[in-house]
C-alpha cells in the first residue's frame, strides 16, 4: 500500500533538517522525500497536512501499563492506544506490576502483547527480585529478553550496595539504572514539605528526601563508572546535583515529568487527589528550577509517567489516596503550551526532549527522515488550540488534573510499524 503525506514541514534536529516537502510511503518504509506525481501511482491514499509538522515519533521513556496485574487500571494495548493518540510511537513501561518485570518471561509477555501495535513497547526490567530489595534480578537474562534499562520505580533501590552492583552489571551492557529517588526514611508523607502542609495539617515530603538518593547515586556512578538516570526530577538542589555532575563528566541524565513543570503544591489545597503524585507537588522555586534545567539540558528529556488509577481508588481521602496521574495524551500539549508556546524550549529543544534523547539513554535506534528507512512519524499542528477532556482519554484510567484546560499544539496524526493512527483511527498502511 502507498500513501502520501501533502505540505509537511520536515523538521529533525538530530539530522539537521527543516524543509517542506511531500513524503511517499510505501508498505511502511518511505519510497520518497519531495514532490511526488501521482499519475504514476494509482490507489494512493494522500493525506493533506498543509503546514503541519513532521518529527521522528515521539518517545516516553516512563509509562505504568499496569498489565500484568492491574489490567483494571490500564492494560499494554489500551496504553499503547492512549500512546498513540498523545501522539507517541513508543514508550517503555515500568517494573512495578504483578508480577514484577523480573523474569524473562514476564518480558516476553508484555512484549507478545504488544508486537501488533503502532507503539513500540519496550520493558524496563527490575533491579531486584520482585523489587523488595533484597537481591538483584537476573539483570543480563531480562536485557538478553528485550529490557532495555533498570529500575525499581515506586521505590529507590534498598541499598547503596544493591546499587553499586547494579550499576556494575549494567554497565557491562551499556545500560541505565533508572532509578527513584526518594529516601524511605522520610517518605511516607502525602504532599510537599512547605507552609502549605503545615496550613492543610497534612503529612509530608521534603525535597531533601529526592536530594539524597540523587546525590547516592551520582556518587556511586562516579565510582562504578555506570549509567545513573534520574526518574522524575522534581527539587531545585535536585538540578543542581545533576548539572554539578554532568560538569565533572560523570554518566547522569535526568527526566521531568510535565506536572512538574506545570503545577505547583498550591494546587493540593483542593484537596484533589488528581494533584497527588509521588515525587510531591513543589514549589514555584522548585518548577523554575525544573525549566532551567531543561533549557541548559541538564534535564535531558521529558517523561509523563503516565500512572492510571480507577476512579475508585482516587475517591479516597487525601492521605490514603494512591499517588500518580495519566500523562500520555497531555504531555506534549503541555510542553508546547508552557514551554515552545512561552519561549522556554525551541522546536528543536522540544523534539530532543520528547524523541531523541529518551532513546539514546535506552540505546534505542532514532527514527530518521530518510528515503529507504522506516516510517516513525509524529506529525504535529502547533498551533491549534483546544479545550483538554478527559472524557476523549484512550486509557481506562481518567485520573488527570487537567481535564478542561487550555492547551495550545497536539499530535494529529502518528505513523509506525506500516500503521497510521489519524482521526482516532488506526489503519495499515
Given at each position: ?25 510505501k ?56 500512546a ?6 513508543g ?12 523474569s ?41 529478553a ?20 547494579a ?24 504532599m510537599?514539605e ?8 497534612l ?9 539524597l ?11 562504578t563508572?555506570?549509567?545513573?538516570h ?22 547522569v ?9 506545570t ?6 489545597r ?17 518548577v ?6 531543561l533549557q ?7 517523561a ?11 475517591e ?7 499517588n500518580?496521574?495519566i ?45 529507504g528507512?522506516?516510517a516513525?512519524?509524529t ?8 479545550k483538554?477532556?478527559i472524557?476523549?482519554s ?9 481535564h ?21 483511527q488506526?489503519?495499515?498502511?
Amino acid at each position: 500500500m502507498e500513501i502520501l503525506l501533502k505540505g509537511l514541514r520536515l523538521f529533525n534536529p538530530e539530522q539537521n533538517m527543516d524543509i517542506n516537502s511531500d513524503i511517499l510511503i510505501k508498505d511502511g518504509i518511505i519510497e520518497k522525500i519531495g514532490n511526488v506525481d501521482l499519475s504514476n501511482h494509482s490507489g494512493i491514499k494522500v493525506f493533506d497536512f498543509s503546514s503541519k509538522v513532521c518529527v521522528p515519533g515521539l518517545y516516553d521513556m516512563h509509562v505504568h501499563l499496569r498489565e500484568p496485574g492491574g489490567e483494571d487500571k490500564e492494560t499494554v494495548i489500551s496504553g499503547s492506544n492512549s500512546a498513540a493518540a498523545g501522539g507517541y510511537t513508543g514508550v517503555a513501561c515500568m517494573p512495578n506490576t504483578n508480577p514484577a518485570i523480573d523474569s524473562a518471561e514476564v518480558v516476553k509477555f508484555i512484549t507478545d502483547r504488544a508486537k501488533d501495535h503502532l507503539v513500540d513497547v519496550n520493558p524496563i526490567g527490575a533491579v531486584t527480585k520482585g523489587r523488595k530489595g533484597d537481591a538483584l534480578a537476573p539483570m543480563l537474562e531480562l536485557y538478553d529478553a528485550g529490557a532495555v534499562g533498570f529500575s525499581d520505580d515506586g521505590t529507590a533501590v534498598k541499598t547503596a550496595s544493591l546499587l553499586r552492583n547494579a550499576l556494575e552489571y549494567a554497565k557491562m551492557i551499556d545500560s541505565p539504572i533508572i532509578e527513584h529517588c526518594e529516601d524511605e526514611s522520610l517518605a511516607g508523607g502525602s504532599m510537599n514539605e512547605s507552609s502549605i502542609s503545615t496550613e492543610l495539617g497534612l503529612p509530608s515530603i521534603p525535597t531533601v528526601a529526592e536530594d539524597l538518593i540523587v546525590m547516592r547515586g551520582i556518587l556511586l556512578a562516579e565510582y562504578t563508572g555506570g549509567k545513573i538516570h534520574i526518574a522524575h526530577i522534581s527539587s531545585k538542589r535536585s538540578v543542581e546535583l545533576v548539572r554539578e555532575a554532568k560538569s565533572r563528566g560523570i554518566d547522569v541524565t535526568a527526566e521531568a515529568a510535565p506536572h512538574h513543570f506545570t503545577l505547583t503544591d498550591e494546587c493540593v489545597r483542593a484537596f484533589d487527589t488528581n494533584y497527588k503524585m509521588n515525587p510531591p507537588l513543589r514549589q514555584q522555586k522548585d518548577v523554575d528550577a525544573i525549566i532551567e534545567g531543561l533549557q541548559d539540558g541538564t534535564i535531558d528529556c521529558i517523561a509523563s509517567d503516565h500512572a492510571p488509577h480507577s476512579i475508585e481508588d482516587k475517591e479516597l481521602e487525601y492521605i490514603y489516596a494512591p499517588n500518580g496521574i495519566i500523562g500520555l495524551e497531555t504531555q506534549l500539549s503541555l510542553t508546547l503550551t508552557e514551554l515552545y508556546h512561552k519561549g522556554k524550549l525551541t522546536l528543536g529543544q522540544v523534539v530532543e526532549k520528547l524523541a531523541i534523547n529518551p532513546r539514546k539513554i535506552l540505546n534505542l535506534e532514532i527514527p530518521q527522515i530518510l528515503e529507504g528507512e522506516i516510517a516513525n512519524f509524529t506529525i504535529l499542528d502547533l498551533d491549534i488550540e483546544f479545550k483538554y477532556d478527559i472524557k476523549s482519554s484512550k486509557s481506562r484510567s481518567k485520573n488527570s488534573p487537567f481535564h478542561g484546560r487550555e492547551l495550545k499544539g497536539k499530535s494529529i496524526a502518528v505513523i509506525n510499524n506500516s500503521q497510521i493512527y489519524v482521526d482516532g483511527q488506526f489503519q495499515n498502511i
